[in-house]
């Protein structure tokens, strides 16, 4: 995959060594001029360091965002990271982004707008490896001889839907074998009834059969 990254301190260049031990394309971003040096002296692999501001549209083109599987933002600055994501979601259509949140009280302002958020290196880089496999859905179980299983997918920006309003769920139509199950938000979760209505950041429940994971992610990506 072809991964972009925001921020070459310590989280960031674990996050590069870690992918590019998995042989993936890393784009690494970062400001400052003598850690950039010292990343690309460092790192082996297929890697192309770029020193410059990664909340700049025109650093994010040159490191080619617009075509990333993922992009990354994981500086020191909760600011920062959103401000980089939201450049390459709403600029470069980046279907998926995953920032960093140094402060915890953030964490809900980034899952309103729809970027997912979390705060371990570790997790970040599993986040990734899944995507890798399974294409941005985190299996929550797999039941059935692994024919069926629960996925957890977050509802991006809506494109094609009121961001504000929402859109309601049933209205949103699956294939055969995809269920919308549940959606948890602010702390609460609830079951999916009638009068649910979906917003970015929400995260969903779904059960599908297991040749169906796809399908069931790109239906809500493409809200």
């Given at each position: 995959m072809?991964?972009?990254i925001v921020?070459g301190?310590?989280?960031?260049?674990y996050l590069?060594q870690t992918?590019?031990?998995?042989?993936?394309?890393?784009v690494l971003i970062?400001?400052?001029?003598?850690?950039?040096?010292?990343l690309?002296e460092?790192?082996?692999?297929q890697?192309l360091?770029i020193?410059?501001?990664?909340?700049e549209?025109?650093?994010?083109?040159?490191?080619g965002?617009?075509?990333?599987?993922i992009?990354?933002?994981v500086t020191?600055?909760?600011?920062?990271n959103?401000?980089?994501?939201?450049?390459?979601?709403?600029?470069?259509s980046v279907?998926?982004?995953?920032?960093?949140v140094?402060n915890?009280?953030n964490?809900r302002i980034f899952?309103?707008l729809?970027i997912e958020?979390?705060?371990s290196?570790?997790l970040i880089a599993?986040l990734?490896?899944e995507?890798?496999m399974l294409?941005?859905m985190?299996?929550a179980?797999?039941?059935?001889?692994?024919?069926v299983?629960?996925?957890?997918v977050?509802?991006?920006?809506?494109?094609?839907h009121?961001?504000?309003?929402?859109?309601?769920?049933f209205d949103?139509?699956?294939?055969d074998?995809i269920?919308?199950?549940?959606?948890?938000?602010h702390?609460d979760t609830?079951?999916?009834?009638?009068?649910?209505?979906?917003?970015?950041g929400?995260?969903?429940?779904?059960a599908a059969?297991?040749d169906?994971?796809?399908?069931a992610?790109?239906?809500?990506?493409a809200l």
């Open positions: 072809y991964i972009v921020g301190g310590k989280v960031g260049e590069a992918l590019l031990r998995e042989d993936h394309q890393v970062e400001e400052g001029n003598d850690i950039a040096q010292h690309s460092t790192l082996e692999g890697l360091t020193c410059g501001d990664g909340c549209v025109s650093i994010q083109e040159d490191a965002v617009q075509q990333a599987d992009f990354v933002a020191g600055q909760d600011e920062d959103l401000a980089a994501c939201e450049i390459a979601t709403r600029v470069f279907q998926r982004c995953v920032a960093r140094n915890p009280k964490l899952r309103r729809g958020s979390i705060s290196t570790a599993r990734i490896q995507e890798a294409g941005s985190s299996v179980i797999a039941m059935t001889n692994d024919e299983g629960l996925i957890e977050t509802v991006p920006r809506m494109r094609n009121d961001n504000e309003q929402g859109v309601r769920a949103i139509e699956f294939e074998g269920r919308l199950v549940a959606v948890s938000r702390d609830e079951v999916v009834g009638e009068n649910t209505y979906l917003k970015p929400d995260q969903l429940i779904l059969n297991t169906m994971l796809v399908s992610r790109n239906v809500i990506r």
